[in-house]
Structures are given as structure tokens and as C-alpha cells.
């Protein structure tokens, strides 16, 4: 009873990895598009948080740095990339309003989209 207990986690437990591995592939497939399509507009995004360090997990959401935004645009991107993630949960960060202390941390972590793996 033992054996087939221990062969259903290692089961379970591959289905969970290998399903956290398909969604951080849809995220980064997903942000990239969304970047892509900010950077037509003008606007300079980058990701942090978790899916810029690798840390990406089944409850992650998406982080976006937005460090150039033409000033018409600033605040009215959220709905061009909810659109892009299209589900994805995310979070939008405007690199103007950053307190000085945090700035060093918000930028070093930043990743240009075509650069995640």
C-alpha cells in the first residue's frame, strides 16, 4: 500500500510540474506579445517579480515594469495588456512612481520579454 501511495505522489507531483512549466510558458509567451505591442505604442516595458527570476509558480502573476511611457498612454496600457495576457493574472508598475529606496531593486531585476527562457 506504501509503494502505490508513493507511486501516486511522484505521479501527482510530475502533473503539477509539468502543468506550473506549460503556464510559465504561456506567461512568457503571453508577455512577450504584450511588450511587443506596448512597444509599437511608444512605451518601454520590462518584467520583475517572479517571472523575470525564475521563481514563476502556479499562483504567480505577471509583473511589468513600465520605465518610458508617452504621458496620453500612461495609465490607459492596463487594458491593452490584460488583453495580451488574455486571463493571465498581472500587475502594472510605473517606474516614475517607485520610491527612491526601491528603485535600485525594481530596476536590477528587470528583464526585457525577449530575453526569459
Same mark, same amino acid.
Given at each position: ?7 501516486? @505522489? ?6 503539477? %510540474? #509539468?502543468?506550473?512549466? +506549460?503556464?510559465?510558458?504561456?506567461? =512568457? %509567451? !503571453?508577455? !512577450? ?5 506596448? $512597444? +509599437?505604442?511608444?512605451? $518601454? ?5 517572479? @517571472?523575470?527570476?525564475? !521563481?514563476?509558480?502556479?499562483?504567480? *502573476? =505577471? #509583473?511589468? @515594469?513600465?520605465? *518610458? ?10 487594458? =491593452?495588456?490584460? #488583453?495580451?495576457?488574455?486571463? @493571465? ?6 517606474? *516614475? ?6 528603485? *535600485? ?8 520579454? /525577449?530575453?526569459? /527562457?
Amino acid at each position: 500500500m506504501v509503494a502505490a501511495s508513493e507511486r501516486f @505522489l511522484s505521479r501527482l507531483e510530475r502533473l503539477a %510540474s #509539468d502543468r506550473a512549466s +506549460e503556464r510559465r510558458g504561456l506567461a =512568457i %509567451s !503571453r508577455v !512577450r506579445h504584450a511588450c511587443a505591442t506596448l $512597444t +509599437e505604442m511608444g512605451v $518601454t516595458a520590462r518584467v520583475i517579480g517572479s @517571472l523575470a527570476t525564475g !521563481r514563476f509558480g502556479p499562483a504567480s *502573476d =505577471i #509583473d511589468l @515594469l513600465v520605465v *518610458d511611457c508617452p504621458r496620453h498612454l500612461k495609465y490607459g496600457i492596463e487594458g =491593452i495588456v490584460e #488583453d495580451c495576457l488574455a486571463g @493571465l493574472p498581472f500587475d502594472v508598475v510605473y517606474l *516614475d512612481e517607485i520610491p527612491a529606496h526601491k528603485l *535600485d531593486r525594481f530596476t536590477r531585476e528587470a528583464v526585457d520579454a /525577449r530575453h526569459l /527562457r
